[in-house]
């Protein structure tokens, strides 16, 4: 019996374009103007350092502008950058400039779990501050509250059955108790290794139908019962 879900953001719920055509366009075009409104500010003057220190070189504010938006667009994972870009999405997320988008299925079916009170809590390779601001400001509204819990990296790689075996364990419950929903193939037999129940979420732009998976596939939430 399923008590809890666990799920995935990316290509799950929200389509992976948003990431790549909408996040990351959004602070190349803002970075100029955010690092000069904020560059005496001591979290902002630090990543500004730390650039520097990347590079190996002094640099003027200038050209650590353009190291940061030749970054974006080389998506390097980069933590000066990330930290920056997540700077950046935040104003554009509270000033409503940038929504969330979320598949319909996907909440419709989040509310109706919800409202029948199954835990549900997210597991991301976004930083939890990142996942509250990312549910917090969707074109459905604020719906974190739908979530009794979030997850990131920092708990383990999303690759690793240890990582879930952490998370029931965080949660309180057994690992066949928890159904969890990603699009990443590797990801569900990391958790079906841990003992947890899971189904693949194979969107129509995000992923491919793979032959012979060994566990459930689907294309829509609408398919799921709990």
Do not use: C
């Amino acid at each position: 019996m399923v008590k809890a879900i666990l799920i995935d953001i990316e290509g799950t719920v929200a389509p992976i374009s948003f990431v790549k055509d909408v996040l990351f366009p959004y602070s190349k075009e803002k970075m100029e103007s955010f690092v000069k409104e904020n560059e005496n500010k001591q979290e902002i003057k630090q990543i500004l350092e730390d650039v520097k220190k990347i590079e190996k070189r002094e640099m003027s504010t200038e050209e650590v502008i353009d190291t940061l938006k030749k970054w974006i667009d080389e998506d390097r994972k980069i933590t000066p950058l990330k930290e920056i870009q997540g700077y950046i999405w935040e104003e554009g997320f509270k000033s409503g400039n940038v929504k969330a988008p979320l598949y319909k299925d996907a909440y419709e079916k989040m509310l109706y779990w919800n409202k029948k009170g199954i835990p549900m809590y997210i597991y991301s390779s976004g930083s939890v501050k990142a996942q509250k601001l990312f549910f917090s400001h969707t074109e459905y509204g604020n719906i974190v509250d739908f979530f009794n819990g979030f997850f990131d990296t920092k708990i383990g790689n999303k690759k690793e059955k240890g990582s879930y075996e952490k998370i029931a364990r965080a949660i309180g419950l057994k690992p066949e108790e928890i159904l969890f929903l990603s699009d990443n193939p590797d990801e569900i037999k990391a958790a079906a290794e841990a003992g947890m129940q899971v189904m693949r979420v194979v969107r129509e732009k995000d992923a491919e139908y793979i032959p012979d998976f060994p566990y459930p596939q689907i294309k829509s939430f609408e398919e799921i019962e709990v």
